[in-house]
T-cell receptor, first 111, second 113 residues
Framework: GESVGLHLPTLSVQEGDNSIINCAYS??????FIWYKQESGKGPQFIID?????DKRQGQRVTVLLNKTVKHLSLQIAATQPGDSAVYFC??????????FGKGTMLLVSP | GAGVSQSPRYKVAKRGQDVALRCDPI?????LFWYQQALGQGPEFLTY????????KSGLPSDRFFAERPEGSVSTLKIQRTQQEDSAVYLC???????????FGPGTRLLVL
């Protein structure tokens, strides 16, 4: 299930389940969105991106959905694996270069 | 090829000391960004370079923070007279252009005692 921890919302799933991580973004003018994965002690790692002229984009085991009407972004991970355990951040691009990150969701995958 | 590298990976400083954090971007990347990440939070933008030009420094929290990229490649973030509230992970990212995906380095974890 999903719960709010001391610092981050946490999503706990079993290995093999599909995971859905949600993100609300703030700026209706944002035209580019990215999902990053951050493991402990490492920098954010690019997963997938989507531009505002699309509502869905698929990668390998991951899908990003964009709903501009309600300013909502989601990341779907198929057949979640223990190696997917990490903190996931959505980021929106406002202006020419600045990325604004969301608060992050911790994904815990149990074997 | 090699990704973004940062050094040192860890830095402990006494309050009041000056520190310098280095970023080596991906070769050929024009754009370079610095972010600050507090524990349990997402990265927050500090400053942006296009080649050697610092085009945006609106995120620098005070005049104790200074960044440079003199030859349009390696960048240094300098923090003068460090304070405890400066303790954070400092992340560097680079991209081919400002419109492209930003790739992050591993970060420098700064602890100010």
């Amino acid at each position: 299930g999903e719960s709010v921890g001391l610092h981050l919302p946490t999503l706990s799933v079993q290995e093999g389940d599909n995971s859905i991580i949600n993100c609300a973004y703030s700026n209706s003018a944002s035209d580019y969105f990215i999902w990053y994965k951050q493991e402990s002690g490492k920098g954010p790692q690019f997963i997938i991106d989507i531009r505002s002229n699309m509502d869905k984009r698929q990668g390998q085991r991951v899908t990003v959905l964009l709903n501009k009407t309600v300013k909502h972004l989601s990341l779907q991970i198929a057949a979640t694996q223990p190696g997917d355990s990490a903190v996931y951040f959505c980021a929106e691009k406002t202006g020419y270069s600045t990325l604004t990150f969301g608060k992050g969701t911790m994904l815990l995958v149990s074997p | 090829g090699a990704g973004v590298s940062q050094s040192p990976r860890y830095k402990v400083a006494k309050r009041g000391q000056d520190v310098a954090l280095r970023c080596d971007p991906i070769s050929g990347h024009v754009s370079l960004f610095w972010y600050q990440q507090a524990l349990g939070q997402g990265p927050e933008f500090l400053t942006y370079f296009q080649n050697e030009a610092q085009l945006d420094k609106s995120g620098l929290p005070s005049d104790r923070f200074f960044a440079e990229r003199p030859e349009g490649s390696v960048s240094t973030l300098k923090i003068q007279r460090t304070q405890q509230e400066d303790s954070a992970v400092y992340l560097c990212a680079s991209s081919g252009t400002s419109q492209e995906t930003q790739y992050f380095g591993p970060g420098t974890r700064l602890l100010v005692l």
